[in-house]
């Protein structure tokens, strides 16, 4: 249980550094995991900035996640749910570039200029938990595009589920606790209130310590 975000990204970045864990760019992803990231980009002197992707709502029920994209248009499907719901081609392509372009947005919208360049950099990516795992592959997708050389999860909390498919898109995924009656992120945080845009923008203004 962690008390709140900034407290499971202090624990984490304990872990990071008990590994030995060396980076030269921190990722979090928005709005949540920036309070969490803030203190992992500190301990490792990294640059801390995002990586955003957004989730392919199904037909008719849009919360339940047929895959995600990230800001570049990098995609993952769920083939398996895509088959059972019988998703047309026509409506992955319409969401994907709809959900592509407002992530797109998004990441412009936390950046004050471009994105860091990740060619040739070690990367860790911070969320504050991972439930599917959609979002999560999304984005590390999208920072194996951009050149990393180094791709890294690492999150307080993950549905021993996701970790396992985790460990297939990153060189290690790192979480302080899979617990095996994972049911949803909250429930291991005393306080998981909703992170705004101007809170989460304000952790990138911080200068690393």
Do not use: H
Not at 57 to 73: F, K, Q, R, T
Not at 92 to 119: F, I, P, T
Not at 136 to 144: E, S, Y
Request: charged fraction near 30%; include cysteine; proline fraction near 4%.
């Amino acid at each position: 249980m962690f008390a709140d975000r900034t407290e499971a990204g202090e624990r984490l970045a304990d872990e990071l550094e008990r590994q030995g864990v060396e980076a030269d760019v921190v990722l979090g992803i928005p709005r949540g995991a920036l309070p969490v990231a803030r203190p992992v980009a500190d301990a490792l002197d990294a640059t801390l900035d995002v990586v955003v992707a957004r989730k392919l709502g199904a037909p008719m029920n849009p919360e339940l996640a047929l895959g995600a994209v990230g800001s570049d248009g990098t995609v993952w499907l769920n083939d398996r749910l895509v088959s059972q719901l019988n998703v047309s081609e026509e409506y992955l392509e319409d969401v994907r570039q709809e959900e592509a372009e407002n992530a797109a947005k998004k990441a412009d919208r936390y950046r004050d200029g471009d994105a860091v360049s990740l060619e040739d950099a070690r990367v860790v990516v911070v969320d504050d938990g991972v439930a599917t795992g959609a979002t999560a592959t999304a984005c590390l997708r999208q920072v194996r595009e951009a050149g990393a050389s180094m791709v890294i999860l690492a999150v307080p909390v993950s549905s021993p589920d996701s970790f396992d498919k985790l460990e297939g898109e990153a060189d290690e995924v790192i979480a302080l606790e899979t617990p095996p009656d994972f049911r949803a992120v909250g429930q291991y945080y005393r306080n998981f209130g909703q992170v705004s845009d101007e809170e989460a923008m304000a952790y990138l203004d911080q200068s690393s310590s």
